[in-house]
Structures are given as structure tokens and as C-alpha cells.
């Protein structure tokens, strides 16, 4: 048997975990964090105006807007905190990591996942309650998008994981920080 064949979930055909699998997201993920920390530094005052080649003030009416100033921290800083917390997650483990470490994969999904969601319902209140539309705003918006698919992958093998795990009879907490091993069977 192939030592690559151990790094492939059962009832899977490919690794989830697998380097070409996250280099493309952590990659992207990293635009994403430069394009929100721009929006973010614009929202601080830090740069002055902001560039939009389609929709001209557009986004300068999104990124003032009070949907973007609801909460204590600027929007963008946030969506650059999230971009950077999925980039650093999808860097940490190795290819097994669907199964040594699940914590780190739970978290990349949660991270990708429900904070890209959140980048997406942003951008659907723009028109609706600002009555504009940002080109860098929706630009982060098909990033979020692109990356959660992938990214549910490698939690779902995380997750089916752990509950063969607890069928097996170990503690799902242990195998959860990857203090336990589930010998998996390779087709």
C-alpha cells in the first residue's frame, strides 16, 4: 500500500488534507487579507480615498455606511482578521491533519466557512440599505465564496473522523486535539 493511500479518508479518493488542496486557499486567502486591510486602513482614516475602477464613490458610501460602522471595530478590519486567521489555519498541520489534527481543521471550516457567509450577506446589504456597491467588497465577497467548498471538505473528513472515533470506543475529546489514533482502513 502506497504510504500517500494512508492520508486519504476511507470512502474518500483524494486527501482533503493534501498540500495542492490548501496552498490554493491559504493563497487567496492572503489577497483577500491585503484587499481588507486596504478597505479596513480607508474605514481608520489611514489612506485617504478609496480605489473603485466601476462603481466611483460607491464604495466610499459602503465603507462609511452605518451597516459598516454597526460594531466597535471597521468591517474591513474584521474581514482582514478573518482572512488572515484562515490563512494561518490552513498553514498549520500536515497532510494527516484531517485526523491528527481535527481542532485546527474545525476551526479553518468555522474561520472559511461562516465568517466567508458573513463576507457575502455584506455585500448583499449594500445595495439594499446603502444603495451602493464597492468593486473591493465584492471582489472579498467571490474570495469567501471560492474558499468555503474546499475548506468544508477537509471538515467533513474531520468530522467523520471523530465520529468513527466515538464508534470505536475512544474519546472523541482526545481524538478531537489528536491525543488519540483511529486506525482507518484503506480500500
Known sequence: MATSALYIPPEWDYNPSAWSQR????????????IALYLGFYQLGIVAEVWDPFFGKGS??????????ALPVPDAILGAFSYLLDAVTGVVGGTKR??????????FGLATGPLGLTSVLLVILQPVLVGAWCTLCLVTAVISIVMISPAMDE?????????????EGHS???AFWGK????????
Open 155 to 167: 471538515l467533513l473528513a474531520s468530522l467523520q473522523y471523530l465520529k468513527r472515533a466515538k464508534r
Open 180 to 187: 488519540t489514533s483511529v486506525h482507518t482502513k484503506v480500500q
Open 98 to 107: 484531517w485526523k491528527t489534527k481535527p481542532w485546527i481543521v474545525v476551526l
Open 60 to 69: 466610499e458610501k459602503v465603507l462609511n455606511s452605518a451597516v459598516s460602522k
Open 23 to 34: 496552498w490554493p486557499l491559504i493563497l487567496i486567502a492572503l489577497v483577500g487579507f491585503q
Open 172 to 174: 472523541w475529546w482526545d
